[in-house]
């Protein structure tokens, strides 16, 4: 009896490790983000939460979760920058609908203008200004509008060709905008991602459509980071008539606060088309250690990260478990956030067992990890499927 209890205690200790040890993660697939390197910063500057937290909540396994795709920027629009006398000689604005929006705003300096200063005319016949607005109207309606500004909707006579804006009393430098509301033509770009390492290559795809066809298409871009400073950006053409703007990030970005932007200059078929699209660029401080300690009793995975600078990181995920008919269903998120210094720690994602649904078990599937550093706002890790037990 004594030797039986003993095996029988030694059993339970080897069961115990085995539950304990370290487990790899699954492989990370072709859409998931996983530091390479890791960057050394100072401590962010401010106040930051110290304590750890962790919380969870359950989901209804009948919901599908699907994530959220990048935003795609649509454009009718477009913008000039022009001197006085360039006014005064009369400045061509390709257009492609009628009652196209034109607005007119000075730089420091320049000679702010009237409405009954702009004449507008298309092949030589004059373009009636169905309606304006200064400056104050501009305010008054929530316009961030720089003083001296102008906004006039053309009216009859207006319609697709090439219109010429002239103002005589033009000096100094201006810009104009172009807005068409009933344009047929529209310029797309879409970034692959919303959220993007330092470091890493990143593809914004642009399409433009006239009417219900793909419209042909020449364009250029710029990369512009949250502090002002900009680079040109190579853009290729793709055999479907679209093209992509493909770049690699710097491995050094600015800190100051903002988001990335690429912004597009395009030609479709003849009429101009510019947009931007946004997206956050992180440091990769820290990164997940690769495995996972799992206590499958009370659904407890633990997660070793590699922390390259001091900050304040979170893990979430979501716990699939596998459902009566055998699918894997989404049925309780967890997150955990703490602060390290620079080293190794760990993020614990406690699931709870009161969220399993009647019928609902094992095998389970954490899916959906991120890794984030929440005193930097970045997130530096993330993959679909990442453990299976």
């Known amino acids: 009896m004594i030797l039986r209890a003993a095996a029988i205690a030694a059993l339970s200790q080897l069961l115990m490790a085995a539950a304990f040890a370290a487990q790899p993660l ?24 110290r304590q750890p937290v962790a919380f969870s909540w359950p989901l209804d396994p009948a919901l599908a979760l699907a994530a959220t795709p990048p935003y ?9 920058t022009v001197q006085g006398n360039e006014l005064q000689r009369g400045v061509t604005l390709p257009l492609s609908a009628a009652n196209a929006l034109v607005r007119v705003s000075p730089a420091a300096g320049a000679t702010a203008l009237r409405a009954d200063d702009i004449r507008v005319t298309m092949q030589g016949r004059p373009v009636a200004i169905a309606r304006s607005a200064d400056v104050q109207a501009l305010r008054q309606a929530g316009m961030d509008a720089s003083a ?22 033009a000096q100094g430098r201006y810009v104009i905008h172009v807005f068409e509301p009933d344009s047929p033509v529209v310029l797309h770009a879409r970034a692959d991602r919303s959220q993007a390492l330092a470091g890493e290559p990143m593809k914004v795809t642009i399409a433009a459509t006239s009417g219900n066809r793909a419209g ?6 710029l990369l512009v980071a949250p502090d002002g400073r900009s680079q040109t950006v190579p853009v290729r053409a793709n055999p479907d008539g679209s093209q ?10 600015v800190t100051a606060p903002g988001l990335w932007e690429l912004q597009v200059f395009s030609d479709v078929g003849g009429i101009p088309r510019d947009t931007r699209t946004a997206f956050a660029v992180a440091q990769p401080t820290a990164r997940l250690a690769g495995s996972y300690a799992l206590d499958a009793s009370r659904l407890r995975v633990s997660l070793p990260v590699q922390a390259a600078s001091p900050g304040r990181y979170e893990a979430r995920g979501t716990l699939y478990a596998s459902a009566p008919d055998g699918s894997l269903r989404p049925v309780s998120e967890a997150h955990a956030a703490a602060w390290m210094d620079a080293g190794n720690g760990t993020l614990v994602l406690q699931f709870q067992r009161e969220h399993l649904p009647p019928g609902y078990g ?12 929440q005193s930097r706002l970045g997130k530096l890790e993330a993959r679909e499927r990442a453990a299976r037990f």
């Open 26 to 49: 699954l492989p990370a697939g072709s859409g998931d983000r996983v530091p390479v390197r890791l960057a050394t910063l100072p401590a962010p500057a401010g106040t930051f939460e």
């Open 72 to 80: 795609q920027a649509e454009s009718r629009e477009y913008w000039l």
């Open 148 to 169: 001296g500004t102008q906004v006039l909707r053309l009216g009859s006579g207006s319609g697709a060709g090439k219109a010429t804006l002239q103002a005589a009393r």
């Open 216 to 221: 042909a298409l020449r364009s250029q871009a």
């Open 244 to 253: 992509s703007a493909v770049f690699t990030l710097p491995d050094r970005v």
């Open 362 to 373: 094992a095998p389970f599937e954490l899916r959906d990890l991120e890794l984030n550093d």
